[in-house]
């Protein structure tokens, strides 16, 4: 005899995931999976939840997240799974914390940051392979898949050095590298404006991607410039994906603050790279800003130095001349943000967090030069030398129309490029400004979909789901369909609300606004499991580690 479903999740509408039209019916999950799906009422189970026509999507996938550490530290991925998310790919931009060599574990996690101290994170793993078991062994709400970050290979065999590889050490990642895809890492990503993946040339990262090329993996970038160089860097990316015979993943491709040109143009370049055969595609948030360290405008060359050595240089009168003028010519293409101070749109700058200058808080930095009658560039250098690492603005350095046009592209997927977080616990000391953390994907169904349509309901899911679920060969999830596995979203997309994002202009004091979940989310199943039901977390921990198929490709 038949056991009953699990679940019947009825009289939904259900959005499939592929872009098509939602239609009416019931779903069922049993053993982990979609059983069946059928006409209204006709299917039965142990419980049956009616959504009153709800919509019933698959989970979304984020296909670009920074939760490599966050996961270790809040297993439950509250931020993540009250959005919907059930799927995430960490190891982006060129970082991972794996693998490790001892003789550099400082460096990599002086990487991390502040993170890398805290409870949860012992950093005993070495190998690849062995930092996705610490993933998985005490349980996890949401899947986890990994690309190995060029920066972690870099970092273990030479540590931060400003220089090419030595043939010992460019071996020594070609080791490493080749262990974390038997492992299962989905590819290699690259962060090409931050240390030390900024060090590195076009070369190096074609000959370390023909190995990932042979386990069928793909390559995923930060590109060598996101402003100026933005056309000169997706012309490396896919000349990259050329050369190495490899999938290439354009990672947050909006252009920012001073570039020559719209979306529309670096687009046509990746157009114009299908056209001609090679798999190219590109994935972008919708938030306009950030709000990273002070410290993190600074030339590359001198981010991997202690907090003291570069106080230390901002207190030289000569040595910040020297920062100033490296950050205004931009030889090597910092991070997006940085164009802001290369330009003197001061006004973009808001600082968020400087304990120990905290009339600065809320006030733009030209706000302050102009109350003080203190250049800039020295007021920003002054936060640093005040507050070290604890220094925080706000950047305003994406245009909204930018946003837009990569949104309807058909070649673009939503991504978030946030972390886990949470309004408790080590996440959220100190509070960080991380909307996208807590609303991005409900944000895009409010705001682009229902409130002022830039994509249909249907489209959206589908750049949040089967799309990325297929760059990443996952073709069992992203979808609604029998046999798929049940990662799931209920919703209710008249009263979806994304309660984190304080839209401009932004107001002060933030309190706690960045960190409250979404309405509207009504039930979240992971694997079959319900994770989220209404406001409540059921603590379940159904979440698996993802990995890369075995199969090899032939060259």
Not at 151 to 157: E, T
Not at 412 to 437: F, H, K
Request: proline content about 7%.
């Amino acid at each position: 005899m038949d056991m009953p479903n699990q679940f019947v999740l009825a009289n939904g509408r259900i959005v499939d995931g592929c872009g098509n039209p939602w239609y009416r019916g019931d779903l069922a999950i049993n053993h982990g999976r979609i059983s069946d799906i059928a006409p209204p009422g006709t299917l039965t189970a142990q419980r049956i939840i009616d959504v009153q026509g709800g919509y019933i999507v698959p989970g979304f996938i984020d296909i670009h997240t920074h939760s490599d550490l966050a996961i270790l530290i809040n297993r439950q991925a509250e931020s993540v799974v009250r959005q919907g998310v059930t799927t995430e790919l960490i190891g982006n931009c060129g970082m991972s914390p794996a693998p490790v060599e001892q003789e550099h574990l400082a460096d990599i996690q002086s990487y991390w940051g502040s993170l890398a101290g805290v409870e949860g994170v012992s950093w005993k793993w070495r190998s690849f392979g062995s930092y996705l078991e610490a993933i998985e062994k005490s349980g996890i709400a949401i899947n986890i898949g990994s690309l190995v970050g060029h920066g972690a290979l870099r970092i273990a065999s030479m540590g931060f050095a400003e220089r090419p590889p030595s043939s010992t050490e460019f071996d020594k990642m070609i080791s490493l590298l080749s262990e974390a895809m038997e492992a299962g890492a989905f590819g290699m990503s690259t962060g090409l404006v931050y240390p030390p993946g900024c060090f590195t040339s076009t070369q190096e990262i074609i000959a370390l991607c023909q190995v990932v090329s042979k386990y069928g993996g793909i390559y995923t970038s930060h590109i060598r410039g996101e402003r100026e160089t933005i056309l000169e860097a997706v012309a490396e990316a896919i000349e990259i994906g050329r050369r190495a015979n490899i999938p290439v993943q354009i990672s947050h491709n909006a252009p920012k603050f001073g570039a020559p040109c719209s979306a529309v143009t670096n687009l046509g370049m990746v157009e114009a790279a299908r056209a001609e055969g090679l798999d190219i595609t590109v994935d972008n948030d919708v938030h306009t800003d950030l709000a990273p360290s002070l410290i993190e405008s600074l030339p590359q060359r001198i981010q991997h130095y202690s907090i003291a050595e570069i106080q230390g240089l901002l207190s030289d009168h000569a040595s910040r001349d020297q920062i100033k003028e490296e950050i205004i010519s931009d030889q090597r293409p910092a991070y997006g943000p940085a164009g802001l101070l290369k330009h003197g749109r001061w006004d973009r700058i808001i600082i968020l967090q400087a304990p120990h200058s905290s009339l600065a808080v809320g006030n733009s930095i030209e706000k302050i030069a102009q109350e003080t009658g203190i250049d800039p560039f020295d007021v920003y250098f002054d936060l640093i030398v005040a507050n070290g690492p604890d220094a925080f603005a706000i950047f305003d350095y994406i245009d909204e129309e930018n946003i837009q046009i990569l949104l309807r592209h058909p070649l673009v997927m939503i991504c978030s490029d946030g972390a886990i977080s949470a309004p408790y616990g080590p996440l959220n000391d100190p509070p960080p400004y991380s909307p996208c953390s807590y609303g991005e994907f409900p944000g895009i169904l409010e705001r682009y979909v229902r409130d002022r349509p830039v994509l249909t309901l249907e489209n959206a899911t589908r750049k949040m789901t089967s799309f990325p679920a297929q760059r990443l060969g996952l073709f069992d999830r992203g979808i609604l369909r029998p046999g798929a596995w049940a990662d799931i979203v209920v919703l209710d997309l008249e009263h979806l609300h994304d309660r984190a994002t304080n839209l401009y202009p932004h107001t002060f004091p933030f309190e706690n606004f960045p960190h409250q979940y979404p309405q509207g989310i009504d039930y979240v199943f992971v694997n079959g499991c319900l994770v989220v039901e209404g406001d409540r977390h059921t603590g379940s921990l159904p979440g698996t580690v993802l990995k890369r198929s075995p199969v090899r490709r032939k060259q």
